[in-house]
Nanobody, 125 residues
């Protein structure tokens, strides 16, 4: 069964760091572009960072540039999001998502067909 499972979310004080992980069960993990999204209650889901199938092309939400790093280990079928200098506004449920490299290059949430259940990140001031 194809699925994504996030882990690593927890409560942390402002200025702290966390590493999120997304374990993927996909037919061929290296054939999927991956992304981290986040959503706070009552707010729109937004893309935090994305990484292409090879790990050579990454993109970040402006508000997390310089603080977050996305990476993937295709040998372990796992994607990571290393977050530093966390701020209260980073509080949200963080989701792992995947789309085939052979599909459209669209980067919105609707372009991703496979989703995890999410992991809660709470940053206190």
């Amino acid at each position: 069964q194809v699925h994504l499972v996030e882990s690593g979310g927890e409560s942390v004080q402002a200025g702290g760091s966390l590493r999120l992980a997304c374990a993927a069960s996909l037919l061929t993990f290296s054939n999927y572009n991956m992304a981290w999204f986040r959503q706070a209650p009552g707010k729109e889901r937004e893309k935090v960072a994305s990484i292409d199938y090879s790990g050579t092309d990454t993109d970040y939400l402006n508000s997390v540039k310089g603080r977050f790093t996305i990476s993937r280990d295709n040998a372990k079928d796992t994607m990571y999001l290393y977050m530093t200098n966390l701020k209260p506004e980073d509080t949200a449920v963080y989701y792992c998502a995947a789309k085939s490299r052979y599909y459209s290059d669209g980067g919105s949430a609707t372009d991703y067909s496979i989703w995890g259940q999410g992991t809660q990140v709470t940053v206190s001031s």
